[in-house]
């Protein structure tokens, strides 16, 4: 068992795949330290590690009259007592005293993994996957007990930690802040990495050198949001992809999160993420619970590369419940940039027709098929359909689609209301909003107050109504705005701190109920594209629509932010019209393609009005999706040319498990002079040094000339088909060779077999 304790000693060791992490508890005082984190080692009788006395446990020195709580590690800090860098929990009592000391009462380690009451979280799929430490705390004069959950996955480097705060005093308390965990480290020499960007920007990998103060990444928006992502890494400042020490964070909550690296004055480092204290706060009554969300803690001795695929192992294999474990997910239409709101029972079809004849295997009719949804203004929160629109409603449509071979998707977008709506004027209390206070609109809309039971259960009810009548096989869930003027007209004055929560518990449970009632339907979720992208969503919907960029070229660094923690089988990706809606680029149609290869994989685009030239290009694309997309899916992802870091190319590849076959997709983002500015030898990693590789070109970009999208030829015809019988090694080492091809966004994909 990874999990070892040590009476004597007073260390509780937990060893991971090649990691270990240590806690110390000293003497009578039972303070809970830190000890280490990192590589692992081997002793068992760690004591060693307890160094001078006040760097590890607040003794009182010699010549002091108090102890200095300052500059010990602790494993979870809390406010009040003396410790002034960034805490984990904040308790105010009745008297409005803020004060907490926590000291070791008891533990209990056994195999497996506790659920999270109404939160989602990682979990043990096979007996014997991980093992848990439950570290009892106590605050001997609140009377508060706080447990500590870690839990360790033997086979993979990964440590997930979660919170439980119990009152067991005769009156209430209010918890100010309850994060999920914290790491402390004895240096500052280290790089802080977020995800950052905005709307249509998202996840764009940030990286700042840490020295003393504080590098924050946050949401106070509601959802885990566009601009922030809930994932803060530390790393030895010489880390690569490749090299060096990786200590990761990514919570699994998907509303107002805080991730924090702080380089305090003693030298050290401190990381904690959790909930966001920022218009939070919540009443514990005597005898309650709060439980704060997991996060999950990935070490990497090998850079970010095997950072991420730590993370991808493990939400794909115990996270992630996908509908279609053992095959390809189909793939899509979205009628969305087809036509928004302009569509026609008959252009759907029309759509879906020449979609299927391709080989798209769904259809997904996207937001303004209820209510009087003809633009953004109206309609949301009447999900009963428009048969105006559609006449015989989702029922003769989704059976008119499956008559064409395909199945039937459907977008919704529960959590919200327009003024304009029959929902609104009968419940206009719904809608979150301080009284007396203007209520902000965005995009026309309200957030519906989902921390109350009956406005969730009467939006479900209706969904689940339309989903009952019709054979509906996939949801896209939206959510098109942040919440404002967050309060609910259902709690008292002492528990309005508690909305923004209660909210993300509302959702997750209606997500939950989603997956019960129709336990075959594959859920996408999205919020105004990437701004929900996290991994409690992760749980419920197994792929995330990654951003409202289209565009083949910024998709690929979005997708490469992405896949910093989440596999590329999550992120939602689609081959769009030229030229591109967002950004008015014109791109190869195969270049689209192996963006979104990277993906999910679907198209969003008008595909009856393309040409016959343009669609024998989405067959063959479909073909090899069919043919190569198990790679992408199990397999390990390899970034090779970083689209952040060079101005004229972006590679990645991903190698099967059994490392016998790779996908590698390049991608020629800006043409470079003469001979020698495009031509590059490509390193790849991650297969077998002794293997030969087989090594062909299984797609490759047509040019682009005078805009028209797609003409045959030029100068990559000779480029397809091209095959090599190469050694692993040489691929590694020397490279593959890759010629310069005609022009920008030009690409091509390679498909590597082990021969011998
Ligand atoms: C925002 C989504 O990201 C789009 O894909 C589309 O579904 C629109 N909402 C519809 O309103």
């Not at 004060?99 to 659920?115: F, N, V």
């Not at 098109?480 to 509302?506: F, I």
């Not at 995330?544 to 596999?567: H, K, V």
Request: charged share 25%; aromatic share 10%.
């Amino acid at each position: 068992m990874g999990i070892l304790y040590n009476e004597q000693a007073g260390i509780f060791k937990l060893d991971a795949l090649d990691t270990s992490y240590v806690i110390g508890i000293f003497d009578d005082e039972r303070f809970v330290s830190h000890l280490y984190y990192g590589k692992k080692i081997i002793d068992s009788d760690v004591r060693y590690l307890y160094g001078p006395l006040y760097q590890v446990r607040p003794s009182v020195l010699p010549g002091q009259a108090g102890r200095i709580m300052d500059a010990v590690p602790f494993e979870y800090p809390t406010f009040g007592c003396g410790d002034y860098r960034e805490h984990c929990l904040e308790v105010e009592t009745v008297d409005g005293y803020h004060a907490c000391d926590l000291r070791y009462e008891a533990h209990k380690i056994y195999p497996g993994k506790p659920a999270l009451e109404g939160l989602p979280s990682t979990f043990e799929r096979e007996a014997g996957d991980c093992n848990t430490l439950e570290l009892v705390c106590r605050d001997k004069v609140l009377n508060l007990g706080v447990t500590l959950l870690y839990t360790v996955f033997e086979q993979l480097n990964v440590i997930t930690r979660a919170v439980l705060v119990t009152n067991e005093e005769s009156n209430a308390v209010y918890i100010k802040r309850a994060l999920s965990g914290c790491v402390e480290f004895d240096h500052q020499n280290f790089d802080v990495l977020t995800l950052h960007g905005s709307w249509e920007r998202e996840c764009g990998p940030v990286r700042t050198p840490l020295r003393q103060g504080k590098i924050v990444t946050e949401s106070t928006r509601g959802e885990s949001g566009p601009t922030d992502n809930p994932f803060l890494a530390v790393l030895s400042c010489d880390a690569t992809e490749d090299t060096g020490e990786v200590f990761a964070m990514n919570l699994v909550y998907s509303g107002n999160f805080l991730g924090v690296a702080q380089g305090h004055h003693f030298r050290g480092t401190r990381i904690v993420m959790g909930i966001n204290p920022v218009n939070f706060s919540w009443k514990l009554e005597p005898g309650d619970t709060f439980t704060a969300p997991e996060v999950v803690m990935v070490y990497s001795d090998r850079g970010l590369g095997k950072m991420s695929r730590t993370f991808h192992d493990l939400y794909r294999g115990h996270l992630i419940r996908d509908v279609y474990p053992d095959t390809s997910r189909p793939v899509l239409i979205n009628n969305w940039e087809a036509t928004y709101f302009g569509f026609t029972f008959d252009r759907l079809i029309e759509i879906a027709a020449e979609a299927s004849k391709c080989g798209i295997e769904l259809f997904v009719l996207d937001d303004g098929w209820f209510g009087d949804r003809n633009d953004e203004t109206k309609g949301l929160g009447d999900w009963f359909v428009n048969e105006e629109k559609l006449p015989g409603g989702i029922a003769r449509l989704s059976k008119e689609i499956n008559k064409l071979g395909m199945k039937f998707g459907l977008w919704i977008e529960p959590e919200m209301v327009s003024p304009d709506s029959k929902l609104f004027r009968e419940h206009p209390d719904w809608a979150i909003q301080i009284p007396g206070r203007h209520r902000s609109l965005f995009r026309h809309q309200y957030v519906l107050d989902w921390s109350r039971r009956e406005v969730r259960s009467h939006i479900y009810d209706m969904i689940h109504q339309v989903l009952s009548g019709a054979n509906v096989e996939y949801i896209k869930w939206d959510m098109n705005r942040t919440l404002t003027e967050a309060a609910s007209a259902a709690l008292p004055a002492d528990r309005q701190g508690e909305l923004c929560h209660r909210y993300v518990l509302g959702v997750y449970e209606i997500m939950g109920r989603l997956r019960e009632d129709f336990p075959s339907l594959l859920l996408e979720n999205c919020s105004a594209g990437g701004s929900r992208f996290d991994p409690g969503v992760l749980y419920y919907s197994p792929q995330i629509w990654a951003s409202d960029d289209s565009d083949a070229i910024e998709r690929i660094q979005i997708e490469m932010g992405a896949s910093m923690c989440y596999p590329l089988s999550a992120i939602g990706a689609h081959v769009s019209a030229v030229p591109n809606h967002q950004t008015g680029r014109i791109t190869p149609l195969e270049t689209r393609g192996y963006a979104a290869m990277a993906g999910t994989f679907g198209y969003e685009l008008n595909i009856a009005q393309m040409s016959e030239a343009e669609k024998a290009v989405i067959r063959e694309q479909v073909d090899i999706y069919h043919k190569y997309n198990w790679i992408v899916k199990e397999g390990d992802l390899y970034r090779i040319g970083d689209p952040f870091a060079n101005r004229d190319h972006a590679c990645w590849m991903v190698v099967s498990r059994d490392k016998k076959e790779a996908l590698v997709t390049y991608i020629q983002t800006h043409a470079l002079p003469g001979y020698f500015g495009s031509a590059r030898k490509l390193r790849l990693k991650g297969l077998m040094d002794e293997a030969v590789y087989r090594a062909e070109v299984i797609s490759v970009s047509s040019e682009v000339v005078n805009g028209d999208a797609h003409l045959e030829g030029g100068q990559n015809a000779g480029k397809g088909r091209e095959v090599l019988e190469v050694s692993g090694s040489a691929l590694m080492n020397a490279g593959y060779w890759m010629e310069r091809l005609g022009g920008d966004y030009m690409g091509m994909m390679i498909h590597l077999k082990a021969i011998v």
